[in-house]
């Protein structure tokens, strides 16, 4: 079975500074890779997806990015955080073709 | 828009009762449906998959799947207090392999 790991796992930021936050996966190759934020309290938004590395695609346009260097590695970035930004980021990892979706632990965000 | 509606709840139910979660969605063309499992602060668990219309079981889970009225729904059967959580119901619209979610459930099992 596959394990997804995040880092890290809380982090606090200032309004305006960049982010990077980092999603690997074991335990499978060449997995769709999903990244998605949850506001307190709400549902869950699909920001980006890839099927391949180089490949992404953005569900909500923003001041959010996403990269896939390697194989099961998925990035997502931005240059300057707003206070919107604000949330818990989950990274989920699907076997390409079993259409089933598992989360990573996620990185809870704050931006102030 | 594609939708998935869920009741935000909280759901109460005494210890050992059966809890019963609903969702609908928009889309008559959605291929398949999950049930996550959600506790506060952590990341969404998945408790089941169902792809056809009727019943699935897992344990003390049923999935309940009719796609003619577009719902689906999760029963618990024998409820305990640690199934305390916000379940999310997702579906995919067969459009690549994404999904979409409903806002979740909070559903609260009392001792």
């Known amino acids: 079975s596959q394990t997804i790991h995040q880092w890290p796992a809380t982090l606090v930021q200032p309004v305006g500074s960049p982010l990077s936050l980092e999603c690997t996966v074991e335990?499978?190759?060449?997995?769709?890779l999903y990244w998605y934020r949850q506001a307190a309290g709400r549902g869950l938004q699909l920001l980006f997806y890839?099927?391949?590395?180089?490949?992404i695609s953005s569900e909500v346009p923003q001041n959010l990015s996403a990269s896939r260097p390697q194989d099961r590695q998925f990035i997502l970035s931005s240059k300057k955080l707003l206070l919107s930004d604000s949330g818990f980021y989950l990274c989920?990892?699907?076997?390409?073709?079993?259409?089933?979706?598992?989360f990573g632990p996620g990185t809870r965000l704050t931006v102030l | 828009q594609k939708e998935v509606e869920q009741n935000s709840g909280p759901l109460s139910v005494p210890e050992g009762a059966i809890a019963s979660l609903n969702c609908t969605y928009s889309?008559?063309?959605?291929?398949?449906f999950f049930w996550y499992r959600q506790y506060s602060g952590k990341s969404p668990e998945l408790i089941m998959f169902?792809?056809?219309?009727g019943d699935k079981e897992d344990g003390r889970f049923t999935a309940q799947l009719n796609k003619a009225s577009q719902y689906v729904s999760l029963l618990i059967r024998d409820s305990q207090p640690s199934d305390s959580a916000t379940y999310l119901c997702?579906?995919?619209?067969?459009?690549?392999?994404?999904?979409?979610f409903g806002g979740g459930t909070r559903l609260m099992v009392k001792p």
């Open positions: 989920a990892s699907e076997t390409s073709g079993a259409d089933t979706q598992y």
């Open positions: 335990g499978t190759s060449n997995p769709n």
């Open positions: 890839s099927v391949g590395i180089g490949q």
């Open positions: 889309d008559r063309g959605s291929q398949s």
């Open positions: 169902i792809y056809s219309n």
């Open positions: 997702a579906v995919n619209w067969n459009a690549g392999n994404m999904l979409t």
